[in-house]
């Protein structure tokens, strides 16, 4: 089993800053990619920012140039920074990790969610 645990979540006005953070532990033999979505009220939920092993980044266009992904392979870490943030960016936001679990052929992997923190920003 994989457990992810979300921080760093928050309120925030308009233009300023947010690092949210997610680890995860457990039986890990390899996570790629980690990434994070968001859910706004009323909303479906959307891909936010994505990362391979190797550091290969994929971002939605709504927040290019304000938000990086990173991670620490080391930590089983994934970390959104997200800058310049506007009141629509106000939402839940998830990460996901697939994972494997077993770490020999043939592998197994698994997508596991975090349980979301609250990023809302006030104009």
């Known amino acids: 089993q994989v457990q992810l645990v979300e921080s760093g979540g928050g309120l925030v006005q308009a233009g300023g800053s947010l690092r949210i953070s997610c680890a995860a532990s457990?039986?890990?033999?390899?996570?790629?990619?980690m990434g994070w979505y968001r859910q706004a009220p009323g909303k479906q939920r959307e891909l936010v920012a994505t990362?391979?092993?190797?550091?290969?980044?994929n971002y939605a266009d709504s927040v290019k140039g304000r938000f990086t992904i990173s991670r620490d392979n080391a930590k089983n870490t994934v970390y959104l920074q997200m800058n310049n943030l506007k009141p629509e960016d106000t939402a839940v936001y998830f990460c996901?990790?697939?994972?494997?679990?077993?770490?020999?052929?043939?592998?197994?992997?698994?997508?596991?969610w975090g349980q979301g923190t609250q990023v809302t920003v006030s104009s």
């Open positions: 457990g039986i890990i033999f390899n996570i790629d990619p």
């Open positions: 996901y990790c697939y994972v494997d679990t077993r770490g020999v052929l043939p592998r197994t992997w698994y997508t596991y």
């Open positions: 990362i391979t092993n190797g550091g290969s980044t």
